[in-house]
């Protein structure tokens, strides 16, 4: 493993590769030398389909819906300013409100389908158990807090139906129900795993987009559009983990993440991608700045497609307090904003960076590109590599 001082980071261009590439590396190392900004690369949404599967993903068997027992089944069906509520079961009751329906249960392995539209609506589960949410072709916003939260601290598995598209939206107020504080247009405070084959818009308009208190899972085949317009695109405190999927996270908050982890954070597939256009907060000598992916310990990724593009200044790609660690896949990294109050770099680790295989493209406009409090580890051999003030691009 080859060692990489920061200083020799900021000015040394190296690169081997295979002899048939050599004449390639030529041309593109002088395109950036002559005209620089001419050739960054384009980032934008993707609008494909899913193309991943899980099979060489190790997880939890308690985290497959697949090994969820259904024993109630529980329709729920919303109606412009009304929503309607199939037969309960005894140990499940409700309120309802005209569309903001409250589900109090003490059953295990209950099934919830929800349907319909509502602008003026919310759904708010109080389960002893984990339970599954199936989304139907549902379209649900709230005027004062979340669309959808559970107050109890327990499971939920988020199923986004074959074919369905579902839109989830918070209101531009939240107030909160009873002593139970929001976080998000999805909100649990237990761990949510999303799966399924169907299509999820979620909006935060006042806080995050999704949140959880607990771990957040998206598995492979589903495909989501997230837009953080009043906070985090994603917030976790326990963790945040893409096994695949299609993500686009368009993120307009000042001081937010599109990926925000109180603990690791881990790319094992799919394509993600997330455009910042959003300055740093400052509030009472208080100065946080926007970042695409932050975690508060490590960056992991293994494999699949990572799109970063950060617009606004001080604006940071990847962001660990611990290390970032990239083993495999693909990640394009471009921040444009000026560097006013911190450096707009493309990675940023405060411990050490480790680079082992994939291919990664990092892009500074107006500070390097990558940079460690530690080491910056280059594992060789690679088969090209291109480093110059603002460009670091590395393929094995």
């Given at each position: 493993m080859r060692h990489i001082s920061t200083f020799l980071l900021l000015c040394a261009i190296a690169f081997t590769a295979c002899q048939n590439d050599d004449s390639e590396l030529e041309v593109l190392i002088q395109q950036y030398n002559n005209n620089e900004e001419a050739n960054i690369k384009d980032i934008s949404f993707?609008?494909?389909?899913?193309?991943?599967?899980?099979?060489?993903?190790?997880?939890?068997?308690?985290?497959?819906?697949?090994?969820?027992?259904?024993?109630?089944?529980?329709?729920?069906?919303?109606?412009?300013?009304?929503?309607?509520?199939?037969?309960l079961p005894t140990g499940i009751s409700c309120t309802a409100n005209g569309a903001r329906l409250m589900?109090?249960?003490?059953?295990?392995?209950?099934?919830?389908?929800?349907?319909?539209?509502?602008?003026?609506?919310?759904?708010?589960?109080?389960?002893?158990?984990k339970y599954r949410l199936d989304l139907n072709n549902l379209t649900l916003a709230s005027t004062d807090g979340s669309a959808i939260y559970n107050i109890n601290n327990k499971r939920m598995y988020l199923v986004l139906q074959r074919g369905t598209i579902n839109t989830l939206v918070d209101g531009n107020t939240y107030t909160p129900i009873a002593d139970?504080?929001?976080?998000?247009?999805?909100?649990n405070r237990g761990d949510i795993i999303i799966s399924g084959e169907g299509t999820l818009h979620v909006t935060g308009n006042a806080h995050n987009a999704i949140a959880t208190d607990d771990f957040f899972r998206l598995r492979a085949g589903c495909?989501?559009?997230?837009?953080a317009k009043g906070n985090n695109?994603?917030?976790?405190?326990?963790?945040?983990?893409?096994?695949?999927?299609?993500?686009?996270?368009?993120?307009?908050?000042?001081?937010?993440?599109?990926?925000?982890?109180?603990?690791?954070?881990?790319?094992?597939?799919g394509h993600t991608t997330i455009i910042t256009n959003a300055q740093s907060s400052i509030a009472s000598n208080d100065t946080t700045h926007c970042a695409a992916v932050?975690?508060?310990?490590?960056?992991?990724?293994?494999?699949?497609?990572?799109?970063?593009?950060?617009?606004?200044?001080?604006?940071?790609?990847?962001?660990?307090?611990?290390?970032?660690?990239?083993?495999?896949?693909?990640?394009?990294?471009?921040?444009?904003g000026e560097s006013l109050l911190s450096k707009p770099k493309a990675i940023k680790a405060n411990a050490d960076i480790y680079i082992n295989a994939g291919n990664l493209y990092a892009y500074a406009a107006h500070a390097k590109p990558i940079d460690a409090d530690g080491t910056i580890y280059i594992k060789s051999p690679y088969n090209k590599l291109i480093n110059t003030t603002h460009l670091y691009h590395i393929k094995y």
């Open positions: 993707y609008y494909g389909t899913p193309d991943d599967d899980e099979q060489s993903i190790t997880m939890p068997a308690n985290d497959s819906v697949e090994n969820f027992s259904i024993g109630h089944t529980i329709h729920i069906a919303f109606h412009n300013n009304q929503v309607e509520v199939s037969q589900i109090t249960s003490q059953l295990e392995n209950v099934q919830y389908i929800i349907s319909g539209t509502s602008h003026n609506g919310q759904l708010a589960i109080n389960s002893q158990y139970h504080k929001m976080k998000g247009a999805l909100y495909i989501l559009f997230i837009e695109g994603i917030k976790a405190n326990d963790g945040i983990f893409i096994n695949g999927s299609v993500t686009n996270i368009n993120l307009t908050a000042n001081g937010g993440k599109g990926l925000n982890s109180e603990a690791d954070i881990l790319i094992e597939g932050k975690s508060d310990a490590n960056i992991i990724v293994e494999a699949g497609v990572l799109n970063l593009l950060c617009l606004g200044n001080n604006a940071k790609g990847m962001k660990s307090d611990a290390h970032t660690t990239i083993n495999g896949g693909e990640v394009n990294i471009v921040t444009r």
